[in-house]
């Protein structure tokens, strides 16, 4: 039974995590087949708000072909005596929890990445409109967010209306992540946590500072702000930064306790700026991985949308497998494109001078923020496609990481003395803090792991797209 008797299909909390295979899809809206797709929150005049208004621009539900995707966008305009213009980002990153209460109804991403899904089984219940979707988001958002008194939504599905908000979209955008930078973490004395995405995570707690943007790059330390103290007992809530412990790494005590306490004593010590050692755990809606590239003691980057496979071979699904789920993963770090355009990026790790690969489009969109002396040394695919094509384009452009490399090592059997190649029987191939293993539909966590082989066989994974998720 329905939670509101008007909708076809049930809402609730539980439905959220649900996600809808290809084959088990009526239609998909936005995702990555589509460039242009967002997803955007004004605050508007009271006079301008007609509450309750559910609008669609373009084809409604019934009227799409079933296994199609559909260019999108969701408009919410909302109204209220307190409301300003600076919690925008916090109504609008609600949208993705609130679009995942409903059955059969899947939402992933954010701003101008989003991807939806809407199941069979729902749509044969009867969930084939648009308007269903605004009566429940207009109910969510009001119970959950008091502070909104008037709101209307607005569907579009016109591909040449999507075109034109969505540039717009990418305005407001830049103009609030803008807002943000300039401020210290040192200038503060809170923090923000948000912990939205432990229904898919259930150890990931986002540290949002004025200098590391949360990873799904929709919430600021200014939307975290406001959010904590419109609704102080929700997801985004205050963490008092404490003392701080290690300047370069980015560790603060009131960072380590919230997280302790966040991830049920899971995540014990958070390093804010280092992909190594105790790094910010990542959930699945970060915009991009920054995976560490041993050959060329580098990192490379990728963001959700790059279709191709990366220098290392693996595709960014492939490598998103390896970093999500609130895991602290050496050298796979969930991090957001603004989080590039900060100072204190990765900066425990050498910050740019140790970035050595990223696709073109991402290079173009923070080309102003990396140091002008590097900005030609970072390959892109069109400098190489291929670790060995990477380390020639590094040497020839003198990237600051060759410093760091090893005359080429001998072979190990040659090198090994004949103790050490007793020695060498004996020394663990993988060893790990944590390291999951998923078989049998079991996940097994093996704590502080030290696995021994007598033979290691290293097979690159096929490519895999971002379809599989
Ligand atoms: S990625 Fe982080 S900040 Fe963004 S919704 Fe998820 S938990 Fe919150």
């Not at 005049?45 to 199609?68: A, H, L, T, Y």
């Not at 990396?370 to 020839?396: G, H, R």
């Not at 290691?456 to 599989?468: A, D, H, L, P």
Request: include cysteine; hydrophobic fraction near 35%; glycine fraction near 8%.
């Amino acid at each position: 039974m329905s939670m509101f008797k008007d909708i076809p299909v049930d809402v609730g909390v539980i439905y959220e995590g649900e996600r809808i295979r290809r084959n088990d899809m009526h239609v998909e809206l936005g995702g990555p087949d589509l460039k242009e797709k967002f997803e955007l929150a004004l605050v508007k005049k009271p006079g301008e708000i007609e509450d309750g208004k559910v609008s669609i621009i373009g084809p409604d539900i019934k009227d799409m072909q079933e296994g199609k995707s559909y260019p999108f966008g969701i408009l919410i305009e909302v109204a209220g005596a307190k409301l300003e213009s600076e919690l925008e980002g916090v109504v609008e990153r609600r949208i993705h929890a609130y679009c995942n209460f409903i059955e059969g109804f899947m939402h992933l991403n954010q701003r101008y990445d989003i991807w939806l899904r809407l199941g069979k089984k729902s749509y044969q219940k009867g969930l084939n409109s648009f308007n269903y979707i605004g009566k429940v988001l207009h109910r969510l958002f009001k119970s959950g967010l008091p502070i909104i008194e008037k709101m209307q939504v607005t569907f579009i599905t016109d591909a040449e209306r999507v075109k034109e908000l969505y540039s717009e979209a990418l305005q407001i955008y830049e103009a609030r992540d803008a807002r943000a930078r300039g401020l210290k973490d040192e200038e503060v004395d809170n923090f923000y946590g948000c912990v939205l995405c432990q229904s898919f995570a259930p150890t990931h707690v986002c540290v949002i500072t004025p200098q590391r943007y949360s990873n799904c790059g929709a919430i600021s330390w200014f939307d975290g702000r406001a959010a904590a103290s419109v609704d102080p007992k929700g997801p985004v809530y205050t963490i008092e930064r404490g003392e701080q412990l290690d300047a370069l790494r980015g560790e603060y005590s009131g960072v380590n306790e919230t997280v302790k306490k966040k991830s049920l004593g899971e995540i014990t010590k958070v390093e804010l700026y280092t992909a190594f050692g105790h790094p910010h755990t990542s959930c699945g809606c970060f915009e991009a991985v920054a995976f560490y590239v041993p050959e060329a003691d580098g990192f490379g980057i990728v963001h959700r949308g790059f279709k191709d496979v990366t220098v290392n071979g693996l595709s960014f699904s492939t490598l998103a497998d390896s970093t999500a789920g609130g895991r602290q993963i050496d050298g796979f770090h969930g991090i957001s494109i603004e989080y590039m355009r900060s100072p204190k990026f990765l900066q425990a790790d050498g910050g740019w001078n140790r970035i050595v690969w990223m696709p073109k489009e991402v290079k173009e969109r923070v080309k102003s923020f990396i140091p002008a002396e590097l900005v030609n040394k970072i390959a892109t695919e069109e400098n190489a496609k291929t670790v060995d094509e990477l380390k020639t384009f590094l040497k020839e452009q003198n990237h600051p990481v060759v410093i760091n490399w090893k005359e080429e090592a001998p072979a190990v059997e040659e090198a090994l003395s004949a103790e050490g190649r007793e020695e060498a029987q004996y020394l663990p191939v993988a060893s790990a803090s944590t390291l999951p293993l998923i078989a049998g539909g079991f996940k097994i966590i093996l704590k502080d792991a030290k696995i021994y082989a007598k033979k290691v066989i290293i097979r690159q994974m096929k490519s895999e797209t971002t379809e599989k998720r």
